[in-house]
Nanobody
Framework: QVQLVESGGGSVQSGGSLRLSCVAS????????MGWFRQGPGKEREGVAT???????AYLDSVKGRFTASRDNAQNTVTLQMNSLKPEDTALYYC?????????????????WGQGTQVTVSS
């Protein structure tokens, strides 16, 4: 049974930083794609960042240069460092895991999802 548990959400002012973490339990996921998605109030869920087993990353255009995804395969963790946060980054952020090598930001069919952690950015 795969479980993803996110942590690190909270409330910050515009320009602030937060670091989200996600731990995956079950077995080793070193060959899985790992990613972060978010759903803002009244919006569709969107892909924010993905990181492949070889550490190649991809980002939503609006977060490029501000967010950085990383992974630690030994700890089964993926993190999202978020800097220069803006009110439009306010959302419920989800960690996701998928074994398909082609799973990407535009794919909402990732196999495993966490419960989400809330990020609120005030102006």
């Amino acid at each position: 049974q795969v479980q993803l548990v996110e942590s690190g959400g909270g409330s910050v002012q515009s320009g602030g930083s937060l670091r989200l973490s996600c731990v995956a339990s079950g077995h080793s996921y070193s060959h899985y794609q790992m990613g972060w998605f978010r759903q803002g109030p009244g919006k569709e869920r969107e892909g924010v960042a993905t990181i492949k087993p070889g550490n190649r990353t991809a980002y939503l255009d609006s977060v490029k240069g501000r967010f950085t995804a990383s992974r630690d395969n030994a700890q089964n963790t993926v993190t999202l460092q978020m800097n220069s946060l803006k009110p439009e980054d306010t959302a419920l952020y989800y960690c996701a895991l998928d074994p398909r090598w082609w799973a990407d930001l535009l794919d909402d069919e990732w196999q495993y999802w966490g419960q989400g952690t809330q990020v609120t950015v005030s102006s």
